[in-house]
C-alpha cells in the first residue's frame, strides 16, 4: 500500500512569507503528526490531529498551524517565516489506539529553506 | 516530563564489527519505547519496537530489550554492513490522561561503516 506522502520534497521562502505544506497519511490511517527536524534542536513533536481535530500540541508559537480534512489528509502552515523556521518538516500517521503495536509511520519530509 | 537519552555520536565502525547504541528513558507513565533509522535525505523507518518490559524488538539483525528496572532500549546488532550506515534514533511514546500521545526523540546517533 502506498506510504506517507508529502509535498512539496523542497521548498525556499523568504522570510515574513507563509508556507503551507501537505502530508497524505496511509490509507485508512486516521491520525496524522507533525514533527520539525533541525540540526539544533533535533525531532519536535509540533501537532496532531484526528478526525479533523487538533489532540494534542507541542511548545510552538500561533505561528504554526494545522489542519485535518475528512479525508484524514492533513496540511500544517507557517506564517510570518523566520530564518529559524529552515527545517525537515515530517508528517507521520497512525492508526488511533493501535501506535504501540504498529508505531507510526513517516513521510519522506519537506525540507523548508527560508532566506 | 518524558525524555530520552541516547548515546552520543557519531560512531565509526569496520564492517562485521558488533555494534551498540545506548539508550536511557525517563517518563512518567509506562511507555512504548522505538528505535527508527533515517538514510540520507529520507525520512525516519522504524526499525523495531518494544510495547511491554521485557519484550525484545527485533528486525533486519537488530535487536533491543525493553528492560523497565534500567528504564533501558539499547540497540545492537551483531555484524554490521556498510549500508548500516544512517541516522539512529531512540524514542518513546506515553499515553497521557488525556489520552494524547506524541513520540519523545533522542537526539540521534550517527552510525558510519567503513569496509
Known amino acids: 500500500k502506498a506510504g506517507v506522502t508529502q509535498t512539496p520534497r523542497y521548498l525556499i521562502k523568504t522570510r515574513g512569507q507563509q508556507v503551507t505544506l501537505s502530508c497524505s497519511p496511509i490509507?485508512?490511517?486516521?491520525?496524522v503528526s507533525w514533527y520539525q527536524q533541525t540540526p539544533g534542536q533535533g525531532l519536535q513533536f509540533l501537532f496532531e490531529?484526528?478526525?479533523?481535530?487538533?489532540?494534542n500540541k507541542g511548545n510552538f508559537p500561533g505561528r504554526f498551524s494545522g489542519r485535518q480534512f475528512s479525508n484524514s489528509r492533513s496540511e500544517m502552515n507557517v506564517s510570518t517565516l523566520e530564518l529559524g523556521d529552515s527545517a525537515l518538516y515530517l508528517c507521520?500517521?497512525?492508526?488511533?489506539?493501535?501506535?504501540?503495536?504498529?508505531?507510526?509511520?513517516f513521510g519522506s519530509g519537506t525540507r523548508l529553506t527560508v532566506v | 516530563g518524558d525524555s530520552v537519552t541516547q548515546m552520543e555520536g557519531p560512531v565509526t565502525l569496520s564492517e562485521e564489527a558488533f555494534l551498540t547504541i545506548n539508550c536511557t528513558y525517563t517518563a512518567t507513565g509506562y511507555p512504548s519505547l522505538f528505535w527508527y533509522v533515517q538514510y540520507p535525505g529520507e525520512g525516519l523507518q522504524l526499525l523495531l519496537k518494544a510495547t511491554k518490559a521485557d519484550d525484545k524488538g527485533s528486525n533486519k539483525g537488530f535487536e533491543a530489550t525493553y528492560r523497565k528496572e534500567t528504564t533501558s532500549f539499547h540497540l545492537e546488532k551483531g555484524s554490521v554492513q556498510v549500508s548500516d550506515s544512517a541516522v539512529y534514533f531512540c524514542?518513546?511514546?506515553?499515553?497521557?490522561?488525556?489520552?494524547?500521545?506524541?513520540?519523545?526523540f533522542g537526539t540521534g546517533t550517527r552510525l558510519t561503516i567503513i569496509p
Open positions: 524514542a518513546l511514546s506515553v499515553i497521557s490522561n488525556f489520552g494524547n500521545e506524541k513520540l519523545t
Open positions: 507521520a500517521s497512525s492508526l488511533t489506539f493501535d501506535r504501540a503495536a504498529s508505531g507510526y509511520t
Open positions: 490509507s485508512g490511517h486516521r491520525s
Open positions: 490531529y484526528f478526525s479533523e481535530t487538533q489532540r
